[in-house]
């Protein structure tokens, strides 16, 4: 009990993040609490502790099994590459859906400060839009999900269509493309990206050089998260993108990419 609640990890290859599980397992109850509150995080530790019992009881509180209940979006499930509708040249570097918890989301993004109504907000490899749901809460001026395989397009569409009925939406626009993430043009306008291990590291270049691309002339910071960073040597090599030192737990890496005029200062 003690080795486990002690152990470091470091997951992904070259990051030399490591944690303790304990500090990820506090991590967890912490963002439970603030955006679940006690009654559901005290389910949640209630189903937890039936699980490792092999006690079928209250399985769909589960931490893992995110605000699925709560939001009554259609966002559950895993669908593996395999059985995709999928192109087959882009099947090798997409990696399946499953859905990211949207209070870790809500905790990373919060943390930026960033001013929501000067910003866009772009998901790349939105799958059933769990993350576009969390992020039209805040005012961005509007929020867009990149899916390549149709089916889980228009499962988000459905979710989008059930959350303007429902009036759980604070961003500007929000909406699901289906399409390649390495073939989508953003607006010339301030971003904050996110991606959680969609693709492999070819696709995630061509996502960042379009990004480059596109974003050329912006004079905000331009923010990526990075859920999952798998590949995270591509933004760590990459000229524009810098690491944010603040520490955003052991799963998110976050980069800022400055404006050409800050880098000017910073460079002397
Ligand atoms: C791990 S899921 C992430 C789902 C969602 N972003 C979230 O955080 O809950 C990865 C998604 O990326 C999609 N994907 C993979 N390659 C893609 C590509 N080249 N363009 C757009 N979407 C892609 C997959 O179909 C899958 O739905």
């Known amino acids: 009990m003690l080795k486990f609640v002690f152990t470091k990890t470091a997951r992904y290859p070259g990051l030399e993040v490591e944690h303790y599980q304990i500090l990820r397992n506090l991590r967890t109850l912490l963002v439970n609490l603030k955006y679940r509150g006690p009654i559901m995080t005290f389910l949640g530790l209630a189903a937890n502790f039936c699980a490792r019992a092999k006690i079928p009881l209250l399985q769909e509180y589960r931490f893992n099994k995110q605000n699925l ?61 769990a993350i576009l749901a969390a992020a039209a809460r805040y005012p961005f001026k509007s929020v867009t999900g990149v899916e390549i395989s149709g089916a889980l397009h228009q ?29 989508y043009s953003l607006p010339n306008a301030p971003h904050v990206i996110y991606v959680y291990n ?15 691309e596109d974003l050329r002339d912006i004079e905000e910071p ?20 810098h690491r944010m030192s603040k520490s955003f737990g052991g799963k998110w890496l976050v980069f800022i990419r400055l404006s050409n005029s800050d880098i000017l200062r910073k460079t002397g």
Do not use: W
Request: net charge negative; proline share 3%.
């Open 222 to 241: 331009v923010y990526f998260l990075y859920n999952n960073p798998m590949h995270h040597n591509v933004l760590e090599k990459s000229q524009e993108f």
């Open 69 to 129: 209940r709560e939001s009554g979006l259609d966002t559950d499930g895993i669908v593996e590459t395999a059985v995709m509708d999928i192109p087959d040249e882009v099947r090798a570097s997409a990696c399946r859906y499953e859905a990211a918890s949207d209070y870790e989301f809500r905790h990373v993004l919060e943390r930026l400060h960033v001013d929501y109504p000067a910003y866009h907000f772009v998901d790349y490899g939105s799958g059933k839009g």
């Open 155 to 183: 499962t988000a569409m459905r979710n989008i269509a059930e959350m303007k009925q429902r009036h759980m939406i604070r961003a500007g626009a929000l909406t699901s493309v289906h399409g390649d993430a390495a073939s």
């Open 198 to 212: 969609s693709f492999g590291p070819e696709v995630l270049q061509k996502v960042l050089d379009r990004i480059s």
